[in-house]
């Protein structure tokens, strides 16, 4: 009985292969004939109507574009170029810096140039100087002076001088020892007050004995037109007379020298010329007065 079962089994698979067989020749056939009829058929469109012609546009033409004059420099006024076109540069072996203009002969007969004689080049004072002190050991009263106040500043610990930016953090007077060639040693008296700077969070301690100098240059100058008179300038700064306009370019304190430049109606560039001061400047500077400041009366100084 099972093995009629499995012929009769074995017989319909076959036949249901031999159907699918049949139903794929059949699909395949069709499809051919489908095949063939796109075949036959045109591969490019027929296209109707006229030819394609461009047409001019309308659009306005642009306006030309006027460039700025380009602004000076942080070097000066004469560094002055196109946006294609740099300068040419030149040295100077003098001044020993680069210019836009062509080096100049450094000095002029006698130590002057475009009217202006240097008379001497020094480090800027610090904007607080030390004079002295009154009071007993334990209840001292700091005098001080100021550039920027015409009378003596008086002042305990903890005072805070607002124009300045200043504030004392203490003051004290002490025995010192001082350079000598004395076979022993020798002593001083001297007042420090120790000030808080807010400009730029550093300590800085006066001593009454010398001067407090700052590592700024300055460069006194005796102007055209103004005898007997001087003026302190530092590195950038500019000013004018009737006939042009100076530049201090640079401040060199050891040897002194300046560098200075000079714009005026006629010229096409700035001129750049090396001031130095005369001989006879020179030889006053040798001997140099003291540093200390002279102090006020009625006020005590360390060394007393």
Do not use: C
Request: proline letters at 10%; charged letters at 20%.
């Amino acid at each position: 009985m099972s093995q009629l079962i499995k012929n009769l089994y074995d017989k319909a698979l076959l036949a249901l292969m031999l159907g699918a067989v049949t139903v794929s020749l059949i699909w395949v056939w069709q499809q051919k004939a489908a095949v063939r009829q796109l075949r036959s058929e045109a591969i490019a469109p027929a296209l109707a109507g006229p030819a394609y012609v461009a047409s001019p546009s309308n659009l306005p033409a642009p306006a030309p574009t006027v460039w700025p004059k380009a602004p000076a420099q942080s070097q000066g006024s004469g560094w002055l170029y196109e946006v294609f076109t740099p300068p040419v540069i030149y040295y100077n072996t003098a001044a020993r810096s680069f210019a836009v203009t062509p080096p100049q002969y450094p000095t002029e007969q006698g130590g002057v140039v475009f009217g202006l004689e240097l008379l001497a080049v020094k480090l800027e004072p610090y904007r607080l100087q030390l004079l002295g002190y009154f009071g007993a050991p334990g209840d001292y009263l700091a005098a001080f002076v100021s550039p920027q106040s015409p009378e003596t500043l008086l002042a305990r610990a903890g005072r805070r001088f607002d124009q300045l930016g200043l504030t004392l953090k203490s003051f004290d007077v002490r025995k010192v020892t001082v350079e000598s060639g004395e076979p022993g040693p020798v002593y001083d008296v001297a007042a420090l007050a120790v000030l808080q700077d807010e400009q730029t969070g550093a300590e800085v301690v006066l001593d009454s004995r010398t001067r407090k100098l700052t590592d700024i240059l300055l460069a006194v100058f005796r102007l055209p037109g103004a005898p007997g008179k001087s003026r302190e300038l530092h590195e950038g700064d500019t000013f004018a007379d009737e006939g042009a306009t100076y530049r201090i370019e640079r401040i060199q304190l050891d040897p002194p020298e300046v560098v200075v430049a000079r714009t005026a109606t006629g010229l096409p560039v700035p001129e750049m010329r090396v001031l130095r001061p005369s001989t006879q400047l020179i030889g006053k500077a040798a001997k140099p007065k003291s540093l200390a400041p002279q102090p006020a009366q009625g006020v005590a100084t360390a060394s007393q």
